[in-house]
């Protein structure tokens, strides 16, 4: 079975539970991206696919083979590690040349290799450079270009660009896509930060305490997050939440508002959910206008073509995001709650309710 396979994965530190029961597969040339907060396995993951963590039950299969139990030697995996772990006396060609010799490849494969993936991350005038005299952004290049001449069958990225600077970052996100989609490898990227997961993942793969809460394409989980904590962590700015309670098909908010939303139904009266709604499923509307709650203005940060404004309400604070050429709301105005665009979740579980 080609692609990468992860079936019924444990890992205990101790009595410390980090990964459990972490099952999902790639095929050929799917860019996979992990995302969630510190602590929630993520990491630990994928030193256990790099082979650098043993696992104390279940399956990782390669390629067609097995490889649980195989040395981050034997598995055909490459990694790109955070602080990008360049040799400081050894010239760049020396840097991305160094497993080829250690593996006793050919003089003229190896020149033949790094020219190839120097072409491709156009750094061929650095080849005789040392890291000392490159940038961050080029360091990293390197490290990726180390990886890439191996020609492995997996591509691991350990958080690689969180010691660049945002326009970098921007950059290399791009080389990144570009690079995969030309060697049509497995990559598996681990980050904390959402818009690199979304603009790179072909699948997301959202985690929390070990265990993967949601996973699919990236918009999919945007707009159709399985729980609460997904919801309000995948996303920029996250999504509002204002807690509420059921009355037949209708959500009641602390002001009395009724949202209705039919799935509601199959839930007991009375009992107690939160209504989710994205920052920019938010309009402006009159003060008492219908489907709406009364906000104040709290702080406004401007983002260039669209501003943030933050609102107190008497339902909590709510967050919306509007065109920066819109007139700036008044001190206090409506804000609009577009029932379809509603998510609602129940405040006992943090599931969605359909």
Known sequence: ?????????????????????VSFSADPGCFVVIVGPSGCG??????ALAGLEAVDAGEIALAGRTITDLSPAARNIAMVFQNYALYPTKTVRQNIGFGLRQRKTARAEIDRRIAEVANTLQMAHLLDRRPSQLSGGQRQRVAIGRAMVRDPALFL??????????????DLRIEIKRIHRQMETISVFVTHDQLEAMSLADILVVMRDGRIEQMGPPYDVFRNPAT??????????????????????????????RIRLPALQRLASGTLIDIGIRPDDLALCDKGADNSILGRVDVIQELGTTRLVSFLTDCGPVSMVQPAADQRPESETGLRLISDSCKAFLQETGEVIN
């Open 228 to 257: 609460r904590f997904v919801a309000g962590f995948i996303g920029t700015p996250a999504m509002n939440f204002l807690p509420a309670r059921v009355d037949g098909a209708e959500a009641v908010l602390s002001t009395g508002l």
């Open 1 to 21: 079975m080609q692609g990468l396979h992860l079936s019924n994965i444990h890992k205990s530190f101790g009595a410390t539970r980090v990964l459990e029961d």
């Open 157 to 170: 990225f350990d958080e690689p660009l969180s010691n660049l600077d945002a326009a970098l970052r921007n």
């Open 42 to 47: 993520k990491t630990t993951l994928l030193r």
